[in-house]
């Protein structure tokens, strides 16, 4: 059993900003590529960052200087730092991560409960 636990959302102002945490527990032999996606009303989910294992990372043109994704391979967890917040980054926000729970045991993907952001004077 593997669960992502995301923690650091809120309501922010305007050019603010926001930390985000996603914590991986439960069976876990390997964690491989992580990433945040998030999903607006009336919209679909989307792809804001990827960081792989070696910590490659990649974002999404809307929050490219803005966003920072980073992990920590110990403690298998995923963070998402958020500066310079707009009213059109509001949204919920997705951990998901690929897991193996044992040395010849597949890969499967897994996502966090999601957590609300909301960027508002």
């Known amino acids: 059993q593997v669960q992502l636990m995301e923690s650091g959302g809120g309501l922010v102002q305007p050019g603010g900003s926001l930390k985000l945490s996603c914590a991986a527990s439960?069976?876990?032999?390997?964690?491989?590529?992580m990433a945040w996606y998030r999903q607006a009303p009336g919209k679909e989910r989307e792809l804001v960052a990827h960081?792989?294992?070696?910590?490659?990372?990649t974002y999404a043109d809307s929050v490219k200087g803005r966003f920072t994704v980073s992990r920590d391979n110990i403690q298998n967890t995923v963070y998402l730092q958020m500066n310079s917040l707009k009213p059109e980054d509001t949204a919920v926000y997705y951990c998901n991560a690929q897991i193996s729970s044992g040395y010849s045991n597949p890969v499967y993907t897994y996502w966090g409960q999601g957590t609300q952001v909301t960027v508002s004077s």
């Open positions: 439960g069976s876990i032999f390997s964690v491989n590529a």
């Open positions: 960081i792989t294992r070696s910590s490659r990372r």
